[in-house]
T-cell receptor, first 115, second 115 residues
């Protein structure tokens, strides 16, 4: 499967636990994006990364959320001390190049439920 | 202010009917890109089309067609002879040159095609 791969597909966490979501971009893509979809809402940009660099994190909550895209391995979105309001679908996307003209291709999403 | 507005929250049509999904956008950039994505019940986001601001030609792909009108800042999507498999949430998105790292999504239109 050459598409964007996300895991886990579904994740249940208790309040206060940590959630780690993984994303492997499409083959050949070095630009990764994370979006969040809250119930009944559209997708909201969170962060844009290239290998080993966070380029734009203007959409990330100031606390508890972090993202990385190491030289080797998948991109990881980490949510510490989860709260009920973090329950959402988290989508990873990747693109071949940078900038507005590039199409971003999404993974299947990771559905986080905080109980 | 919402950069992408999809005023139709839910639409139901009977199979074989035509249906148009509206998308209105707002930007000050002269160069920008518009996208449509489909989110079927399984949850993944599927890329459908990308148009740039300099190309106002309508596009047709099978039963799908798109009408881009800069004069009204609209990028509407029509499905001809709808089928049950078209049932999904459809998102319109905008990418600007000045904020190229992030896409702005509408809140989506949920389309139900009744057999």
């Amino acid at each position: 499967n050459a598409g964007v791969m996300q895991n886990p597909r579904h994740l249940v966490r208790r309040r206060g636990q940590e959630a780690r979501l993984r994303c492997s971009p499409m083959k050949g893509h070095s630009h990764v994006y994370w979006y969040r979809q809250l119930p009944e809402e559209g997708l909201k940009f969170m962060v844009y990364l290239q290998k080993e660099n966070i380029i734009d994190e203007s959409g990330m909550p100031k606390e508890r959320f972090s993202a990385e895209f190491p030289k080797e391995g998948p991109s990881i979105l980490r949510i510490q001390q989860v709260v009920r309001g973090d329950s959402a679908a988290y989508f990873c996307a990747s693109s071949l190049g940078q900038g507005s003209g590039n199409t971003i291709y999404f993974g299947e999403g990771s559905w986080l439920t905080v109980v | 202010a919402q950069k992408v507005t999809q005023a139709q929250t839910e639409i139901s049509v009977v199979e074989k009917e035509d249906v148009t999904l509206d998308c209105v956008y707002e930007t000050r950039d002269t160069t920008y890109y518009l996208f449509w994505y489909k989110q079927p019940p399984s949850g993944e986001l599927v890329f459908l089309i990308r148009r740039n601001s300099f190309d106002e030609q309508n596009e047709i792909s099978g039963r799908y067609s798109w009408n881009f009108q800069k004069s009204t800042s609209s990028f509407n999507f029509t499905i001809t002879a709808s089928q049950v498999v078209d049932s999904a949430v459809y998102f319109c998105a905008l990418s600007e040159v000045t904020t190229g790292n992030q896409f702005y999504f509408g809140t989506g239109t949920s389309l139900t095609v009744i057999p």
